[in-house]
């Protein structure tokens, strides 16, 4: 069990990361902090830069199945000042909460992670099997130097995940109430349907591309893509931008652009849905052109070793039983799931992240880190 001086060893870590005011794709300093710890106890360290992207890449252990712990130190910008109760870039204690940017999302998990680590290998110091982090400072920008060039990397020389824990801000309500076994694939389209423009008062001369559109585009919403299965929601279709004129009232526009996003289940491909949009379009008589663009496709991870040791362990530590879902956005997840790993993702209270005075639990930060060793232990015993 963690002593006084773990407890405040992840609190003072989560302090120090959140003070490096690492706006992607700028790390700040943060993975220094921590790769010096984790070499202090016996990590090899690989850094693995990409472009203006920081990444590394460290492991413990000889053989046997490698679990990783997965993560970002970058974080998205603080937003307006005036309304943060303090610096963003200051962790600040406020009521039972650690205010500050990244608090949830996820330097508080990373710090765990750490910790976790320190103490399973003081503990375990010939325990089995392999440990890893994989850990980058492109999540939440374009995300094309981070964790999918590392994983190119370790896939082009032969090496295999079998776990993955991903701290990403997964709980809802109470730290542990939920994971997150999966998420439903991402596919952006922008879509121009094109007309002739005109004057508004001779219609005849002109050809107005919304009003072609929206039969189209109400089609394309209405359309029934899948039920979902066990693991996830129906398959949803939203458009996001609608885009024509020169706001003004007497012109009749030449074209309408259209930007949606299908966020969509293992019941389908981003192949098979792209062939399903063009048909309907094609059904509405449309001069258009279409782009995609696919942020990820869905990934799942079936209940097995990974998702028993995570469940046992917040169990174990916070007497909740956690709730197994898909939803939300995407993640880094979807990069490592291809490679055959199974992910999970495990993390603090996701309320307040991106937001202004995002914040964590104060008394939540060693308690994930309880759950990671835990889960460490059970997978990787002596």
Not at 96 to 103: P, Q, T
Not at 137 to 165: N, Y
Not at 239 to 265: D, H, K
Request: proline share 6%; with cysteine.
């Amino acid at each position: 069990m963690p002593t006084t001086d773990d407890i405040d060893a992840t609190l003072a870590l989560t302090r120090q990361l959140i003070s490096c005011a690492s706006v992607t794709p700028d790390d700040a300093g943060c993975q220094a902090i921590m790769t010096a710890r984790l070499s202090a106890v016996g990590f090899n360290i690989e850094p693995m830069r990409f472009g203006n992207v920081d990444n590394f890449w460290a492991t413990r252990g000889e053989e046997g199945p490698l679990l990783v712990f997965a993560g970002h130190t970058d974080v998205v910008p603080p937003g307006d000042l005036s309304i943060w109760q303090s610096d963003p870039f200051i962790a600040t204690a406020s009521g039972e909460d650690l205010v500050g940017r990244g608090a949830a999302d996820m330097k508080a998990s990373l710090a765990a992670m750490v910790v976790a680590c320190e103490r399973f290998v003081a503990e375990h110091p010939r325990h089995t099997g392999r440990i890893g982090f994989l850990i980058t400072s492109d999540e939440e920008g374009p995300a094309r130097d981070g964790t999918v060039k590392v994983v190119d990397t370790l896939a082009a020389r032969g090496e295999q995940i079998d776990w993955c824990v991903v701290g990403e801000p997964s709980s809802t309500r109470r730290l542990g109430d939920l994971v997150k076994n999966g998420r439903r694939g991402s596919l952006n389209a922008t879509l121009v349907i094109h007309g002739k423009q005109g004057h508004i008062a001779y219609p005849h001369l002109a050809d107005n591309p919304i009003h072609r559109a929206l039969p189209a585009l109400d089609a394309l919403a209405r359309e029934p893509w899948d039920a979902g299965n066990d693991f996830f929601d129906p398959t949803s279709l939203q458009i996001s931008t609608v885009r024509a004129g020169q706001g003004v009232t007497n012109v009749i526009p030449g074209s309408v652009e259209v930007l949606f996003n299908l966020r969509f289940s293992t019941a389908l491909t981003a192949q098979s849905i792209q062939e399903r949009c063009e048909a309907i379009l094609q059904q509405h008589d449309l001069h258009y052109d279409i782009t995609w663009s696919l942020s990820g496709e869905p990934f799942l991870t079936e209940p097995g070793a990974l998702l028993t040791a995570v469940t046992d362990s917040i169990r174990a530590t916070t007497a909740l039983t956690p709730e197994v879902s898909t939803g939300g956005g995407t993640s880094d997840g979807r990069f490592i799931a291809p490679t055959g790993a199974q992910v999970v993702e495990v993390g603090h209270v996701n309320e307040t992240i991106h937001q202004c005075n995002e914040r964590v639990k104060t008394a939540d930060i060693p308690r994930l880190t309880d759950i990671y060793q835990s889960i460490l232990e059970r997978l990787l015993p002596d």
